[in-house]
């Protein structure tokens, strides 16, 4: 079994040890503490952050990792989204450890063991897993936050699965996040937004409006519209209307999983995680349906940049905590 490189340092972040550990923990400590969010969370059980480069998303993620107790803590499951392979599934890593410029991560070589064996799983090979960025832009937060602890890693490359299929996953890895010394990591970014993307998705007024939603690229927007209702505030209404859907409470997770579905079908946002997403809610169903009350909460929300023409373009990032 082989070692998985730090494939992505150096370039999407820095592979300078002193300088990543630094960034890190300059980016948790600018979390502010509010009544509504005094982090670490208790019972956190999981966080959905970000996975673009650091000088990005980086400090929208350390929102999510700041909710974490690392106490008792030994295994930490995280779900990417696959960018350059089709898969129908989800994947496994054949690897034993992954590096990181601040500490290596084991991997849970028992638990991936025991997930191979339902037969349920594919498997990565070394390019697949090198070049899938989603996972690795994690792993050095991760390691910061259980800094000196010994856990050990369960990565998850989920594919264009269905809501059938993500039911299925969540169902089956509920067991495994429902252990208190397990954790689980969904990596998602929000809204890729402009003609780069191929998505150009735009809400014309305030969204109270009954006027329905169209493709810049596609209608005549006068500027007069855009000064009135901006692109970067139609995406914002676009992320948060998501947002607010898998806020639990007071949604449960099977009407959360629903309703986000029937969201993106609708939208087309271009939520890169929206698998991973719905493999978390079919585990949280799960879990749910034998009495425990999930709740999942936003803490951060952001844009790459603040899209004014058709001609600009930007990425979301969104954090949030699950506690049950």
């Excluded at 630094?22 to 503490?33: G, H, W």
């Excluded at 690897?95 to 991997?107: A, D, F, R, V, W």
């Excluded at 039911?167 to 890895?173: N, R």
Aim: aromatic share 10%.
């Amino acid at each position: 079994m082989s070692i998985r490189q730090a494939t992505h340092a150096g370039s999407w972040y820095t592979a300078n040890r002193q300088k990543l550990d630094s960034e890190l923990a300059t980016n948790l400590t600018a979390v502010d503490a509010s009544d509504d969010f005094n982090p670490p969370v208790k019972d956190c059980k999981a966080i959905i952050a970000p996975h673009a480069g650091y000088s990005y998303s980086g400090p929208a993620a350390a929102w999510a990792y700041k909710s974490i107790d690392p106490s008792g803590i030994k295994r930490v499951f995280i779900l990417g989204p696959s960018h350059h392979v089709y898969l129908d599934t989800c994947a496994l890593s054949m690897c034993k450890e992954y590096e990181t410029p601040i500490g290596s991560l084991p991997l849970d070589l028992e638990t991936v063991s025991e997930l191979r064996k339902t037969g349920q799983f594919e498997d990565m090979d070394i390019t697949t897993d090198e070049d899938e960025h989603s996972i690795e832009m994690h792993l050095p937060y991760v390691r910061k936050i259980f800094e000196g602890l010994d856990i050990s890693v369960v990565p998850i490359l989920v594919g264009a699965i269905d809501k059938d299929k993500e039911i299925a996953f969540g169902h089956l890895l509920a067991p495994y996040l429902a252990r208190e010394d397990t954790f689980c990591v969904i990596s998602s970014d929000f809204c890729h937004w402009g003609t780069r993307f191929q998505y150009t998705y735009y809400y014309p007024d305030a969204p109270s409006t009954s006027k329905p939603p169209i493709r810049l690229g596609r209608a005549a927007v006068t500027s007069a519209n855009l000064a009135q209702h901006p692109i970067h505030k139609s995406i914002e209404v676009l992320d948060r209307e998501a947002m607010e859907l898998l806020t639990m409470p007071p949604a449960t997770a099977v009407l959360a999983h629903h309703d986000f579905a029937d969201y993106l079908t609708r939208t087309k946002n271009t939520i890169c995680g929206r698998h991973p997403i719905g493999v978390l809610l079919g585990a949280l169903s799960k879990i749910e349906s034998e009495g425990r009350e999930p709740s999942l909460k936003w803490v951060r929300y952001e844009q790459s940049s603040a899209c004014m023409t058709v001609h600009d373009s930007s990425v979301s990032y969104a954090s949030a905590y699950v506690t049950f």
